[in-house]
């Protein structure tokens, strides 16, 4: 398995425009988590899917930030319209437990001007 | 609500040295704790996991352990090497079926 796979590695936008991050999750793993990671709040779950269904939005910082998991391969977070304090490293991960067993993806970079 | 918190945020160690890195937590009431590796630029990996009725867990030159009633897990390297230099964080499992819960890291760097 190429493990979890997150596209784009980088991107950079303007302030205001949409940005969709992907993630194609280990096949088999039924839990997929988004993470935000900056230096000054850390890593921070934005939200988890259970098959595919959201379970907990619960981190989702604003109205501009939603997350879709249409299949078992495939999930994406949207930000719209994109701000510079969105400026952060986004994290995928899926596993097969709530507790234990995470792969991360690599991340994207995301850096908003 | 559950909070992680590791000391130091940074670390410099001579290679060779044997080092111990913090790890606290607020609620002691956790159903497991994992160290995880963070290298720059890259996604985290897992190091150890010490579930909730275990004391301590190691594998080669890393040891983790693991006091529920305190709140705190340690990580131990022994020997430590250049390419231990990364960033390490503890991520506290609350029960069964919620999130991991993520500390800052704590940023070492191993000097030649």
């Known amino acids: 398995d190429a493990g979890v796979i997150q596209s784009p590695r980088h991107e950079v936008t303007e302030m205001g425009q949409e940005v969709t991050l992907r993630c194609k999750p280990i096949?088999?793993?039924?839990?997929l988590f988004w993470y935000r990671q900056t230096m000054m709040r850390g890593l921070e779950l934005l939200i988890y899917?259970?098959?595919?269904?959201?379970?907990?939005d619960s981190g989702m910082p604003e109205d501009r930030f939603s997350a879709k998991m249409p299949n078992a391969s495939f999930s994406t977070l949207k930000i719209q319209p994109s701000e510079p304090r969105d400026s952060a490293v986004y994290f995928c991960?899926?596993?097969?437990?709530?507790?234990?067993?995470?792969?991360f993806g690599s991340g994207t970079r995301l850096t908003v001007v | 609500k559950q909070e992680v918190t590791q000391i130091p945020a940074a670390l410099s160690v001579p290679e060779g040295e044997n080092l111990v890195l913090n790890c606290s937590f607020t609620?002691?009431?956790?159903?497991?704790l994992q160290w995880f590796r963070q290298d720059p630029g890259k996604g985290l990996t897992s190091l150890l996991l010490?579930?909730?009725?275990?004391r301590e867990q190691t594998s080669g030159r890393l040891n983790a352990s693991l006091d529920k009633s305190s709140g705190r897990s340690t990580l131990y390297i022994a020997a430590s090497q250049p390419g231990d230099s990364a960033t390490y964080l503890c991520?506290?499992?609350?029960?069964?079926?919620?999130?991991?819960?993520f500390g800052k890291g704590t940023r070492l760097s191993v000097i030649a």
């Open positions: 096949s088999g793993h039924d839990y």
């Open positions: 010490i579930q909730s009725s275990q």
């Open positions: 991520a506290v499992g609350i029960s069964g079926n919620t999130p991991l819960v």
């Open positions: 899917f259970n098959n595919n269904v959201p379970i907990d």
């Open positions: 991960a899926s596993s097969l437990q709530t507790t234990y067993g995470y792969t």
């Open positions: 609620d002691s009431a956790i159903y497991n």
